[in-house]
């Protein structure tokens, strides 16, 4: 009896723990690889030494949102969107993988649909964003 009550919590756990990473599935896991430098659409503002420490940029071919970190001044940089078929804030694609890598942050927004995104740096772990680093936010059509 008493295995029985400790298979069944394992299988509730287990079931509990794929439950809160699956996450959305019309949204797939974000891919990334290393990369050079890059301006992107909109670059990130507000830093001392350089700008575009972090750059982001929308293919429509695909509904691909990019982003670049550019360089290692411990910052995370990300992009914060909105899009024409969620209500309010849509998300953020993070960029956690160091200086020199881009992600492509892959969606499914209706052709007649649109996205409004804004670079910025941040703490991935946190989630602590720097606000006076974002770029002005840009609208894009996804047709």
Request: glycine share 10%; aromatic share 12%.
């Amino acid at each position: 009896m008493k295995s029985r009550t400790i298979l069944r919590a394992a299988a509730v756990a287990s079931a509990t723990l794929v439950t809160l990473t699956m996450g959305n599935p019309a949204q797939a896991a974000d891919k990334w690889q290393n990369s050079g430098f890059h301006v992107g659409d909109l670059c990130t503002t507000g830093v001392s030494l350089d700008p575009c420490h972090g750059s982001a940029s929308f293919v429509k071919d695909g509904d691909h949102l990019y982003v670049w970190d550019n360089v290692a001044d411990g910052w995370s940089a990300f992009a914060r969107y909105y899009r024409s078929d969620v209500s309010g804030l849509a998300g953020f694609a993070w960029n956690y993988h160091g200086a020199g890598t881009r992600i492509d942050h892959n969606m499914d927004i209706p052709e007649n649909g649109w996205i409004n995104y804004e670079v910025c740096l941040g703490e991935y772990g946190t989630r602590l964003i720097l606000d006076w680093t974002c770029s002005n936010y840009f609208v894009e059509d996804a047709s």
